[in-house]
């Protein structure tokens, strides 16, 4: 459902020159799979996911979503995607029911069917008890809820999860991994960007640990464990940074 192949992006910057935020990325994603992105904030994950969703145009390297390239079938990539971010982006005078509505009519899904959606979602995410609330009266894992209702309304087969749990308290982070759990169970595509290493460990069917724009390692948690002898997964994580650091390290001039 997702294949990237080298994919690369760099910016100008004018006292630094040319950034490299993604650095000839590899990685391929199933239907019925969560494939996490581990990182710390500045890894380039969520460069990546903007590329992945049309928002940034790579440097070079090749991208497919849903079979849809996204650098020269766009739309068709965006029709097949839901994006969420912590950022929920929520409009303070529209009600969570029009909040949703509004994103699938976007989509120009048929009224009737529309009309079901809603129903079932809001049933499914418990949301009926906020239905008419305003934006700016909900909490922040109110606004969570919306912005998964919203991500998913259209039903696409490909969902990007940009740290949707940053900011929440335990009970809702819960209830956001829950839903994504579920997600996959109907056969979707999910990329999960985190670095928090509970949730990879907890969620994750295969995780690549992406550090500096560079994707230091890739696989299921077992097959990692198994590949780099370590059995603490947060242990692993830093001995790859460590490991790339020293690296790096070695290359100054």
Not at 149 to 174: C, K, N, Q, Y
Request: a negative charge; proline letters at 3%; aromatic letters at 6%.
């Amino acid at each position: 459902m997702i294949h990237v192949e080298q994919l690369s992006k760099s910016f100008d910057d004018l006292r630094r020159g040319s950034i490299v935020a993604l650095d000839s990325v590899s990685f391929d994603v199933e239907a019925g799979e969560i494939f996490g992105l581990l990182g710390p904030n500045g890894a380039g994950k969520t460069t990546c996911l903007r590329m992945l969703s049309t928002v940034l145009q790579p440097t070079g390297g090749v991208a497919t979503v849903a079979g849809y390239d996204v650098m020269t079938q766009p739309q068709d990539v965006r029709t097949h995607i839901g994006f969420m971010s912590c950022n929920t982006g929520i409009y303070d005078r529209m009600t969570a029911w029009e909040m949703v509505e509004y994103f699938g009519r976007l989509y120009d899904i048929e009224e009737n069917e529309l009309q079901e959606r809603l129903d079932r979602i809001f049933t499914t995410l418990q949301m009926n008890d906020i239905r008419d609330m305003l934006g700016s009266k909900m909490s922040t894992g109110m606004k969570q809820k919306v912005s998964i209702a919203r991500t998913i309304i259209h039903d696409p087969p490909v969902l990007i999860f940009d740290e949707p749990t940053s900011g929440l308290d335990v009970l809702v982070a819960r209830a956001v991994l829950k839903t994504i759990e579920a997600l996959r169970e109907e056969g979707k595509c999910i990329i999960f960007s985190t670095h928090i290493m509970r949730e990879v460990e907890k969620l994750c069917d295969r995780v690549a640990v992406i550090y500096k724009g560079k994707i230091l390692a890739i696989g299921s948690i077992p097959e990692l464990e198994e590949q780099y002898h370590e059995s603490d997964m947060e242990e692993l994580f830093f001995n790859l940074i460590q490991e790339h650091e020293d690296q790096l390290a070695m290359k100054a001039p």
